[in-house]
Structure formats: structure tokens, C-alpha cells
């Protein structure tokens, strides 16, 4: 239940998904004869849709999560011969198929 709620969930609450919820509700509003109602909720539809599309705003929401893990330099890492991949699927690996 929690895979699938983590991948709707988002379509609902991202800017995109949250201009198209607003703008739904002004054409509610002004199907309901509510025009001045159905303008602000259009209105801001559009504000937070350019809000949300300035490079400041985008630096200041990555600028909050980068401040936890500061630069470190190429010669402070340690060598090593090996790597981790991390990856994740929600399928198990088919089997190999006999013939062609």
C-alpha cells in the first residue's frame, strides 16, 4: 500500500499537480456563476506556478538540503577498487527464456 501512496502522493502535492488541483477548482467556481472566487484561485494557480519556476527559488530549497553534506575534496576520499550500485525494483527478475 505505502509503494503505491509514494508514488500518487506526489503527483498531488508537487507545484504541477497543485495548479492543476487549483485550476480545476476556478473552473468549479466559475461553472457556479463565482467569477470573482474562481479569479483568485486562477490567479494564484499561476503565481505558484511561476514561483515555483524561478532559479532562486530552486537554489534556495537545494541550498537548504546541500548545507547538511559540505563539498569534500577528490584527495580526501580514500582509493578503493570496488563500488556499491544501489538500485531498486518492484518486480522480481524473470527467469532466463529457452529459445529464441
Do not use: H
Amino acid at each position: 500500500m505505502y509503494i503505491y501512496l509514494s508514488k500518487i502522493l506526489p503527483l498531488f502535492v508537487l507545484p504541477v499537480g497543485l495548479v492543476i488541483e487549483l485550476s480545476l477548482i476556478a473552473l468549479l467556481f466559475l461553472w457556479k456563476g463565482w467569477r470573482r472566487t474562481s479569479a483568485a484561485f486562477l490567479v494564484s494557480a499561476m503565481l505558484l506556478l511561476w514561483a515555483a519556476s524561478m532559479p532562486f527559488v530552486a537554489d534556495a530549497l537545494l541550498g537548504e538540503l546541500e548545507q547538511d553534506y559540505p563539498a569534500v575534496m577528490m584527495t580526501e576520499i580514500p582509493a578503493t577498487r570496488c563500488i556499491v550500485v544501489l538500485g531498486g525494483t518492484l518486480e522480481p527478475v524473470l527467469p532466463p527464456q529457452g529459445g529464441y
